[in-house]
């Protein structure tokens, strides 16, 4: 039985080649100019930033010889056998400087204090017991032991942060680790998003008939804002050419990237393509993927121009594996490829003259399980999806084959 999908995949054959979904990707990354402003922002404000200059310690971390256990700072000398005995002399919390320890001496030492002078190593307090002013030491300790000394972790002159981190709770950490209370950093890529579609209604809206809610607005400026942008809403344009164009001029003013979704197509009511033409360039324009083959990128006045399809599955999957890069760079991310794993499918699967994406997740069994229908207007199997596996175009995947796996929290991280 001939069905739908064989029928379009004959058509994509009979038509000029478009681009794989490799030379897509490569034109889009190294379309992807990192944005020249600079601006610094505090640390508090610095999360999702993106570092504009790499960071370089001018200092130790840590500062100093410091304990890495609640316990005895000691000579490891004048222990030399289980039970020996030692007078404590002093006592160190974290924050104070003890004094020089002396031949036969202990410290009672917390955790991040300064190791005094003449100590070279610390006994955990499980393994000494009170005696008097003095403690009973029941182990015998190896010199250095518990003692995290001074530079471990960074030294003076080290780049702690490489210009185009992206910064997170752990770099963020990193940067006050060394003293930094404001960071240089990129400025937001400012971004319209348009809507194409006499269809759309906007949520909480009345629904006429023959009309659909616009889910693409709310997913894709959720997407756009967790990769740190700057969203501007350009609300809903109807399917004619004239309000098209007017759009797209409105979006090219202020805005470094628009973004439109429906209308990329070749239909009657497909305004978007030939409205970019008209009022800027379209530099590449259908992809050998599934779901998105009418993906298209060019500039509009001063502005990078991406137009998405109007389905929402074809409109989300394009995004994260084919414009995220491109956005990720244009905000300074030096490395913007998304982490990939090579997992077996526990189903077959053969593709047409495109290369397809499909929505996954992992089973039980560390195999990957397809969702059930694949077609690019169902939304649910993002939402049931752990990520998106690839399979290459002309292809057959049968059970137990490799699959390059991308889950979603890397890919909207």
Not at 129 to 155: A, M, W
Request: charged share 20%.
């Amino acid at each position: 039985m001939v069905t739908p999908r064989d029928c379009e995949d004959a058509r994509d054959v009979m038509k000029p080649p478009m681009l794989t979904f490799e030379e897509a990707l490569e034109r889009l990354t190294a379309a992807g100019a990192p944005l020249s402003d600079i601006e610094t922002v505090d640390l508090m404000a610095a999360h999702g930033r993106v570092l504009a200059e790499g960071l370089r310690s001018e200092l130790f971390v840590p500062p100093h010889d410091n304990s890495g256990m609640d316990g005895y700072a000691v000579r490891s000398a004048d222990i030399v056998s289980p039970g020996t005995r030692l007078p404590v002399t002093q006592r160190i919390p974290a924050g104070s400087v003890g004094s020089a320890l002396a031949p036969g001496e202990a410290a009672r030492i917390f955790t991040g204090a300064p190791i005094p002078a003449g100590a070279d190593a610390v006994v955990m307090q499980e393994d000494c017991e009170t005696s008097g002013d003095g403690v009973i030491v029941q182990s015998v300790p190896v010199k250095g032991q518990f003692i995290r000394f001074r530079g471990d972790d960074i030294k003076a002159g080290d780049v702690v942060l490489p210009q185009g981190t992206r910064l997170g709770a752990a770099e963020i950490g990193q940067a006050a680790s060394i003293g930094i209370a404001r960071i240089p950093v990129y400025r937001r890529l400012r971004v319209a998003l348009i809507s194409t579609g006499s269809e759309l209604v906007s949520p909480g809206e009345p629904l006429p008939p023959g009309a659909i809610y616009n889910s693409n607005r709310y997913m894709l400026a959720s997407v756009l804002t967790s990769l740190g942008c700057e969203v501007s809403d350009m609300g809903i344009v109807a399917d004619t050419f004239d309000g098209t164009r007017a759009a797209l001029r409105a979006a090219a003013d202020g805005h470094d990237l628009i973004v439109t979704s429906g209308g990329v197509s070749v239909g009657e009511e497909d305004h978007v393509k030939p409205a970019v033409e008209a009022e800027g360039a379209l530099e590449m324009w259908k992809i050998a993927v599934k779901p998105g083959k009418p993906l298209s990128f060019g500039r509009v006045g001063a502005a990078a121009f991406v137009g998405l399809p109007g389905n929402p599955v074809s409109a989300l999957v394009t995004f994260l594996m084919l414009v995220r890069p491109y956005v990720l760079r244009r905000c300074g991310v030096a490395e913007v490829a998304p982490r990939s794993i090579r997992l077996p499918a526990g189903f077959d699967w053969k593709t047409g003259p495109r290369r397809e994406i499909l929505r996954v997740r992992v089973g039980a069994d560390g195999r990957l399980e397809r969702f059930a229908n694949q077609e690019s207007s169902v939304l649910t199997s993002c939402v049931w999806a752990h990520g998106l596996a690839s399979v290459p175009a002309a292809s057959r995947a049968e059970a137990g084959n490799l699959l390059e796996f991308v889950s979603f929290a890397d890919l909207l991280g």
